[in-house]
């Protein structure tokens, strides 16, 4: 996995930030209608194409198998109606989120691409039932799941990412720290010398 994950509400940003370097991509449009996003999702298919991106989509697994997506995000909410067999008969990778032992122990038993563990520190981008998990809690977490690639997400800025790769991150996801920014693009830039 590369060091470097974006997480982005619109497919605008990607057609901005892909260019600049980016390969690693998440499109998660939480309060968008299906029409919208299905526009969204095409227009980030395609730019993550033009450039030799991973494209991820949050949640939505049939918007991902319809379009023929590879790779998919999923919630612990949605990993109850998300359909495994399909997904794995159209070759469809997936990650999955995780906050407590018994969360991992179970995303594990679906034997996915990647475990996500957040928020690692405080974070605005909405209200978390999870108190920050920490880099004590982050390295535990690589312990228990081995080889298999770990993300951290949940408050993460690039002067925090030397200590979040030392406690055995994978992957650094993320989203305020751009989508808020007054200049995503020096902001990506940064992200991008960060984790190279």
Not at 20 to 46: C, I, N, P, S, Y
Not at 55 to 80: K, R, S, V, Y
């Amino acid at each position: 996995m590369d060091r470097f994950y974006l997480i982005t509400p619109t497919a605008d940003l990607i057609e901005r930030l892909v260019p600049r370097g980016v390969r690693l991509v998440q499109l998660r449009a939480k309060e968008m209608f299906t029409a919208d996003l299905r526009a969204h999702a095409l227009r980030a298919q395609a730019i993550c194409r033009q450039h030799g991106a991973q494209l991820i989509l949050n949640d939505h697994w049939q918007l991902a198998l319809d379009l023929g997506l590879d790779f998919i995000h999923l919630g612990q909410e949605d990993m109850d109606s998300a359909d495994f067999a399909a997904l794995a008969r159209a070759g469809i990778r997936f990650g999955l989120s995780t906050h407590d032992e018994a969360e991992r122990e179970r995303a594990l038993s679906f034997d996915p691409a990647y475990i996500a563990l957040g928020p690692i520190y405080p974070t605005l981008l909405k209200q978390m039932p999870w108190a920050p998990q920490g880099l004590e809690r982050l390295a535990a977490w690589k312990a228990a799941i081995g080889t298999r690639p770990l993300v951290a997400i949940g408050g993460l800025t690039p002067e925090r990412l030397p200590g979040v790769f030392a406690a055995g991150a994978d992957s650094a996801a993320v989203v305020t720290d751009i989508v808020t920014a007054k200049d995503p693009e020096a902001r990506c830039d940064l992200w991008l010398r960060a984790t190279r």
